[in-house]
């Protein structure tokens, strides 16, 4: 039968049988004796029997818990035994300095108050996580912006549920250290050396002067405060800078593989900017665009990892000339390549031809536009080109036809057909014009006109168009298809008699003008003051002014009582009264 002890150990109460009592004694004077001449003695031992009532606590299931002799041994085997470290001054001069042990235990969750700006929760984030703390910082911030500030809750639950490391063995396992009695009295006296030196460092003339301010230590705090405040933009400055300049070196690389530049790939648009292209192969152009705009952002990208990450190794001196001088041939042969492109584009050449047409006055005309279905899906006029196949020959499709119709005093009537390009000089510009493909056939009184033209894809694509003028005779009636409405959109300057609206109307050509046959008549009804038009009013009874878009062109349009007034951009006005209709043609 064993005598029990009831011990005191950093504050809690032990059962202890007396043979365990005598080890533990026993040990803790070893220890003792071992740090008789170091500094901060008293705090090292305390922290050890700290710990040491720590695993005591793991290991008592109950009050009534005897310790043994066991778990005694257990508790002296984690926390090491005295003759396994020395403390000596001059040996620990001496010797190497100790490197910190690789064996590493769980990582407990601490706030970390020491190395904190608030409360120490990123810090301790930071060590729990085995990353920095600013980059905890970091995220914080951005969370609480994204979220509308609902991690400010979060961040406070951390800051109350989360203890705090106060001894020595809460901030080893924070760090997830042994907490032995080398690794206590390590970091003690690291925490020592410290202070002698932050002591040692200090400048009491100029602390003295500040502490007879008073003011000054307000000023350093909040100078802390917008110091890192700063140093939390420029980190985020560089994410932004890595995240832009990565995003878009990634776009240039693809770009400059991916697109069919090399062959890797066959795309198709490729064949498209060829047809456009007249200054270099494209190939040469995408080299050119990747290292003139890489470049720069190559040096954006390093300096974002400068910013995030200290002492980044340098590209080196010969690396930062040879993109500097390749960013120089980049810029100077985009330069060269757009004069030439817009060299082979300076001068326009036009090609002119004249058919007659056995269209008299008395006849009555039917135009419509035709397509193809091989080579345009719709018959409607656009600036675009596609490509297309004719007996195993790439050729180039445009749907740019003007439409223009005037009056004519001949007994016949004639079409003009002009083809229009442009080229290098003004031969170059003719001849790509002549060697644009258009027809027309007349077939009865059945006028039909192609709604593309076609060229040779050798030639490429210098904005060739087509203008048809076709001059019927005065006293024929045209009927214009409705497939003709966005081919005869033309300026008022044009003299173009074919007006927008009255496609498929029958139009009797008169002297620069037409005259719809059957279209409906409006008739004023002065007695309701309105328009009446098909059964249809439009109430005129208030004054007021406005302004609409006919065939893209603006008018104006005045009511009042005096009448209704007119007038277009060219000065052209119509002007209806109770007298007369006056109608002024400016233009």
């Not at 693809?254 to 456009?276: C, K, Q, S």
């Not at 656009?382 to 001949?410: P, Q």
Request: proline fraction near 2%.
């Amino acid at each position: 039968m064993n005598k029990t002890v009831n011990i005191n150990l950093a504050g809690t109460f032990f059962h202890i049988d007396e043979d365990a009592y005598a080890r533990l004694q026993r040990y803790l004077e070893a220890i003792r004796h071992s740090f008789s001449n170091t500094q901060g003695r008293d705090e090292i031992i305390s922290d050890i029997e700290a710990r040491i009532a720590e695993l005591f606590n793991e290991k008592v299931k109950n009050d009534r818990q005897v310790i043994s002799i066991k778990e005694v041994e257990e508790v002296i085997t984690i926390m090491g035994q005295p003759e396994d470290y020395m403390v000596d001054e001059e040996i620990f001069e001496d010797e190497p300095k100790r490197t910190k042990s690789t064996k590493t235990v769980g990582k407990q969750l601490f706030r970390d108050t020491e190395n904190g700006h608030i409360g120490g929760v990123s810090s301790g984030l930071g060590h729990y996580l085995g990353i920095e703390a600013i980059w905890v910082r970091l995220l914080w911030v951005l969370l609480t912006i994204f979220s509308s500030g609902a991690f400010v809750l979060i961040y406070i639950a951390f800051w109350i549920f989360v203890p705090e490391a106060k001894t020595t063995a809460d901030k080893l396992a924070m760090r997830g250290e042994e907490v032995t009695v080398s690794n206590i009295e390590k970091k003690i006296r690291e925490g020592f050396h410290e202070v002698s030196d932050s002591i040692k460092n200090v400048d009491y003339e100029k602390y003295g002067k500040q502490a007879s301010a008073g003011a000054n230590s307000a000023a350093t705090t909040l100078g802390g405060i917008i110091k890192f405040c700063l140093k939390l933009f420029v980190k985020f400055i560089g994410i932004l800078l890595l995240l832009i300049a990565g995003s878009t070196l990634i776009a240039l690389f693809v770009g400059l593989f991916a697109v069919g530049t090399f062959g890797i790939i066959e795309a198709p648009w490729t064949d498209y900017i060829d047809m456009v292209n007249s200054g270099a192969p494209i190939w040469i152009i995408s080299l050119l665009t990747f290292f003139a705009v890489g470049i720069p952002f190559f040096f954006l990208f390093v300096l974002g990892l400068k910013i995030l990450v200290k002492n980044l190794k340098s590209i080196g001196r010969i690396a930062l000339l040879t993109l500097l001088g390749l960013w120089l041939i980049s810029v100077i042969g985009l330069v060269v390549v757009g004069v030439s492109q817009a060299t082979n584009r300076a001068f326009d050449g036009e090609v002119a031809q004249t058919e007659k047409l056995t269209i008299t006055p008395t006849d009555t005309v039917f135009l419509r536009m035709r397509h193809n279905n091989e080579y345009t899906g719709k018959t409607w006029r656009s600036s675009n080109f596609r490509l297309a196949y004719e007996d195993n020959k790439k050729i180039i499709v445009g749907n740019d036809i003007r439409l223009i119709v005037k009056s004519t005093k001949d007994s016949l009537g004639k079409m003009e057909i002009l083809k229009f390009a442009e080229g290098k000089n003004y031969t170059d510009a003719k001849d790509r014009a002549s060697n644009i493909e258009y027809s027309t056939s007349l077939i009865g009184n059945q006028l039909l006109l192609d709604s593309y033209f076609t060229t040779d894809s050798s030639y490429g694509y210098r904005d060739q168009e087509v203008q048809i003028t076709l001059y019927l005779p005065e006293g024929t009636t045209l009927y214009a298809d409705d497939n003709t409405s966005s081919f005869h959109k033309n300026y008022g300057s044009s003299g173009d008699i074919l007006n927008s609206g009255e496609e498929g109307h029958f139009l009797k050509v008169m002297n620069n003008e037409t005259l719809c046959e059957d279209c409906p008549v409006e008739t004023w009804d002065s007695e309701d003051d309105t328009w009446e038009e098909d059964g249809e009013d439009w109430d005129t009874s208030d004054d007021f002014n406005a302004r609409i878009k006919v065939d893209g062109e603006e008018v104006d349009i005045r009511v009042n009582d005096e009448g209704i007034e007119m007038r277009d951009q060219d000065g052209d006005r119509v002007r209806i009264d109770s007298n007369r209709i006056e109608i002024n043609n400016e233009s």
